[in-house]
């Protein structure tokens, strides 16, 4: 099966700017989550969907950030607009199950965020 | 205190030594613990889950989780250059969310 696949890969933007970044899970997987790492810091969550609904929001760090995820299969996570501390590695996941006691995550390879 | 604790190395093996990777976590209830393997510029892949006292063995890894003591090590056996990545200790507590170590960076020297 294809992976979880985000874009874009790289994404350089200024100050004050607007970014959308894009997540396609795994196909049948309703769960989809976003992480991001801030350089030199650890993976940390920012938000959980169960198809189209938010179950948890709570690592979102303002609300400069808004996500999505119309119809319950991508999703799009939008800054704005974006300050310097904005910038790291974007990660989003996908799994079948909620809970996850014996099971993993599968990542997309992230997007690299730099605000300029 | 870090909820989840790794040394962030980097840790440095012979090819064919033993390289043993350790993590702490602070939550009691935590429940399962999954080791990920990130090559640079790559995605976190999992490569061990854990989730009873004791050891877990697959392959040239073994996962070994003491909740008594709230540790969960990697030991990777005859390692390999292509084992140089860092990996992520993440710790989970039922729910759906993860929390992660910072992790430890590995270079095995050929």
């Known amino acids: 099966e294809a992976g979880v696949t985000q874009f874009p890969s790289h994404s350089v933007i200024e100050k004050g700017q607007t970014v959308t970044l894009r997540c396609d899970p795994i196909?049948?997987?309703?769960?989809l989550y976003w992480y991001r790492r801030v350089m030199g810091k650890e993976i940390k969550f920012l938000l959980h969907f169960v198809k189209e609904s938010k179950q948890d929001e709570s690592g979102m760090p303002n609300n400069r950030f808004l996500a999505e995820r119309t119809g319950g299969t991508y999703s799009t996570l939008k800054v704005q607009p974006a300050e310097l501390e904005d910038s790291g590695v974007y990660f989003c996941?996908?799994?079948?199950?909620?809970?996850?006691?014996?099971?993993?995550?599968?990542f997309g390879s992230g997007t690299r965020l730099t605000v300029v | 205190q870090k909820e989840v604790e790794q040394n962030s190395g980097p840790l440095s093996v012979p090819e064919g030594a033993i390289a043993s990777l350790n993590c702490t976590y602070s939550?009691?209830?935590?429940?399962?613990f999954f080791w990920y393997r990130q090559y640079s510029g790559k995605s976190p892949e999992l490569i061990m889950s854990?989730?009873?006292?004791g050891d877990k063995e697959d392959g040239r890894f073994t996962a070994q989780l003491n909740k008594a003591s709230q540790y969960v090590s990697l030991l990777i056996r005859d390692s390999q250059p292509s084992d140089s990545a860092t990996y992520l200790c993440a710790v989970n507590s039922g729910t759906y969310k993860y929390i992660f170590g910072t992790g430890t960076r590995l270079k095995v020297l050929a």
């Open positions: 996941a996908s799994s079948r199950r909620t809970v996850l006691a014996n099971y993993g995550y599968t």
């Open positions: 939550d009691r209830v935590s429940q399962s």
């Open positions: 854990i989730y009873s006292n």
């Open positions: 196909s049948g997987h309703d769960n």
